[in-house]
């Protein structure tokens, strides 16, 4: 099951998440990685809140796909609908 990323609380360091860079905005390309540092202080955020992935990529969360502890930690590029 997949969990929209708008609460700050539902995210964490070490959470495989899928994020949109700011560069893929307008294609709605999505990037999977695992969560390093959140950047958004605000406890709500409508368009996701912004992280840092281990990768020291930056962009907002737009799924949560599961804790990267029992994970592979892979990360790439997935394709999504450019209307998110």
């Given at each position: 099951m997949q969990v929209i990323g708008q609460?700050?609380?539902?995210?964490?360091p070490g959470l495989r998440v899928e994020i949109v860079l700011k560069k893929d905005q307008r294609s709605g390309k999505r990037t999977v990685g695992v969560v390093k540092d959140i950047l958004t202080s605000s406890a709500y955020?409508?368009?996701?809140?912004?992280?840092?992935?281990?990768?020291?990529?930056?962009?907002?969360v737009k799924a949560i796909m599961s804790d990267a502890a029992g994970d592979d930690k892979e990360q790439g590029v997935v394709t999504g609908d450019a209307g998110i």
């Open positions: 609460r700050r609380t539902d995210i964490r955020h409508p368009h996701g809140i912004k992280v840092r992935l281990e990768d020291g990529q930056i962009g907002r």
